[in-house]
């Protein structure tokens, strides 16, 4: 079932306290500026310091857009250098104290030449790919410190009054949300890098959607855009639309994480976004695995993971 947005979602996000990687531009600079329109704060970290910084300026000078009392602070982040994004992290602190929403938007696309048949050749082999590597940690390990990094900063400080929190289902205002994507849903040929970093993002989700409103208190749901019209994905644009598929611009992506920000229920989604409209795909995952995997192997499944509980007992 499709996701409405309600009229209230950007009412919501003013004062709140947002961090964010790659937000120079595309979906990330989209939110950006829909989020300071709306009187949020804004830590906007990237390594384009010149589309980072010229955005936060053209923002601040624009009188409409800051009516609301929005801010925004831009820092040089590269998120392969923990300590770079550690300091993001730290500004918005350091200025609000708390922070509400944190979105690691940096990722990059297919590094080309080690899968097409031209380029894996046995001769290949000899040069270690090292782009496949640096690209992983771009888009995979980057995420899983950026997270580490929020909810220490996010978490409610007495882990017993968190449980308790959990589990009389009070709302929770503080979330992260993850960026995974189309290729994080099902098979994306010729794009195995991508294919496995987004994917990757998903067991972020899964692992998290159980644990961290309990243990932290921090709600953390995923986007799965498909085509969004950003510069990433430039080369097909026109050969998208040319076949008549239905295409995101970044406000659609933008809006459905405003309303992860601020819905202080919403937690575990994964929400496909195509051609403007959402939909959970992990209520629909989890309701008919029993017509995909079977009634008894559903159950066992059920099984194992009451017996897994939190985890505690894995380490
Ligand atoms: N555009 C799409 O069709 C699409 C679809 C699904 C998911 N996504 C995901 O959405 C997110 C945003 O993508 P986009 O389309 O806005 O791309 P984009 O290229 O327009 O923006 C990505 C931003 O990340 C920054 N960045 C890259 N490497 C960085 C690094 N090491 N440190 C700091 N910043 C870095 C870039 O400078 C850029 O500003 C990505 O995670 C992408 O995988 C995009």
Not at 158 to 176: G, L, N, V
Not at 203 to 222: D, E, I, K, Q
Not at 284 to 303: I, N, R, S
Request: hydrophobic share 40%; charged share 20%; aromatic share 8%.
């Amino acid at each position: 079932m499709d996701i409405q947005i309600p009229d209230d979602v950007l009412t919501k996000v003013k004062g709140k306290v947002i961090v964010l990687t790659g937000g120079a531009q595309g979906i990330g600079g989209t939110l950006v500026k829909m989020a300071y329109t709306a009187g949020a704060h804004l830590f906007v970290g990237d390594w384009d310091v010149e589309k980072g910084e010229a955005l936060a300026a053209s923002l601040r000078a624009d009188k409409d857009a800051s009516a609301n009392g929005g801010s925004v602070t831009f820092q040089r982040v590269d998120v392969t250098d923990y300590k770079s994004q550690l300091a993001l992290f730290e500004a918005a602190i350091t200025a609000h104290g708390h922070i509400d929403t944190a979105v690691p938007f940096a990722a990059a696309g297919e590094p080309r030449g080690f899968f097409e048949p031209d380029a894996l050749t046995v001769e290949s082999l000899q040069t270690e790919p090292t782009a496949i590597r640096d690209r992983l940690e771009l888009n995979v390990l980057s995420v899983v410190y950026f997270c580490r990094i929020a909810l220490a900063y996010m978490r409610n400080p007495d882990p017993e009054d968190a449980q308790r929190a959990a589990d009389a289902k009070a709302p929770m205002p503080r979330s992260i949300v993850l960026i995974s994507s189309l290729a994080g849903i099902g098979e994306n040929p010729g794009v195995p890098v991508y294919n496995t970093s987004k994917h990757a993002i998903m067991g972020l989700l899964r692992s998290f959607a159980p644990y961290t409103p309990v243990r932290y208190n921090v709600r953390v749901n995923a986007m799965c855009p498909s085509a969004t019209n950003t510069r990433m994905i430039d080369s097909i644009t026109g050969a998208w639309v040319a076949a008549g598929l239905p295409l995101n611009e970044p406000e659609h992506v933008a809006q459905f994480i405003l309303l992860c920000a601020v819905d202080e229920q919403r937690n575990g989604n994964a929400i496909y976004i195509s051609g403007g409209k959402g939909v959970d795909v992990e209520e629909g995952y989890l309701q008919t695995m029993p017509q995909w995997m079977g009634q008894q192997h559903t159950t066992e499944l059920a099984a194992t993971r009451v017996f897994s509980g939190l985890g505690d007992g894995w380490v």
